[in-house]
Structures are given as C-alpha cells and as structure tokens.
Nanobody, 124 residues
Framework: QVPLVESGGGLVQAGDSLRLSCAASGRAFGRSAMGWFRQAPGNEREFVAGVDWSGMTTYYSDSVKGRFTISRDNAKNTVYLQMNSLRPEDTAVYFC?????????????????WGQGTQVTVSS
C-alpha cells in the first residue's frame, strides 16, 4: 500500500504557476514509480507526467511538455508537479498515482494506488 495525499491545487489565472505536492506514506515510496494524471469534467482521466523511482527519468504528455516539471524527493516521500504557463485547458482534478516497481509508465492501468485528487482551475 502507498497511501497518497495531494495538495497545492487552486484557482489561478492563465499564465500563472502552481506547484502540486503528493505526500506518500510507507517504505515503498522510494521503490515506486510515480505519476500525475488529470481528469476534466466529461473527459477520461489522462496521463500528465511520470517519474521513475530515482527521479532520473521523466515522462510528459505532449500537452504539458515544456510547461510542467515532475520531480520527487525520496527523503521526504513526496512527488511534485510544477506547472508553469497554465492555460484554461489545464483545468481539471489532478491525481497522484503510484505503481509497483521502479520503472515509470504513461499508462493509467499500470498504476495501483491513487490519491483523492486536487482541483486546479485556470481562468482566462
């Protein structure tokens, strides 16, 4: 089990920045690849960014590449999503997820543990 709690969401204007945090419990965090997904109303949950266990390998969707940065601090059991140049289309509930094993993935079904999500709203 890897209980996850997201924080850092909010209401911002287009062009602003936000940093999401995901705090994990348990010893497994340091051996788990992590990911961020998002879900807008009426849409399916989609991959945003992922990172392997070490933080050395990262993955991004095309829609956020160059604007978002995923990172992790294994000493703090925390993964972050720095979001810059936010757009109205980034509005969604953002979920943190963990998977068994050290290697990252962009596939939703590869992740076994999920947080409750944090709302990000970007106004134009």
């Amino acid at each position: 089990q890897v209980p996850l709690v997201e924080s850092g969401g909010g209401l911002v204007q287009a062009g602003d920045s936000l940093r999401l945090s995901c705090a994990a419990s348990g010893r497994a965090f340091g051996r788990s690849a992590m990911g961020w997904f998002r879900q807008a109303p009426g849409n399916e949950r989609e991959f945003v960014a992922g990172v392997d266990w070490s933080g050395m390998t990262t993955y991004y969707s095309d829609s956020v590449k160059g604007r978002f940065t995923i990172s992790r601090d294994n000493a703090k059991n925390t993964v972050y999503l720095q979001m810059n140049s936010l757009r109205p289309e980034d509005t969604a509930v953002y979920f943190c997820a963990a998977r068994y094993g050290p290697n990252g993935s962009i596939q939703l079904n590869d992740y076994a543990f999920w947080g409750q999500g944090t709302q990000v709203t970007v106004s134009s």
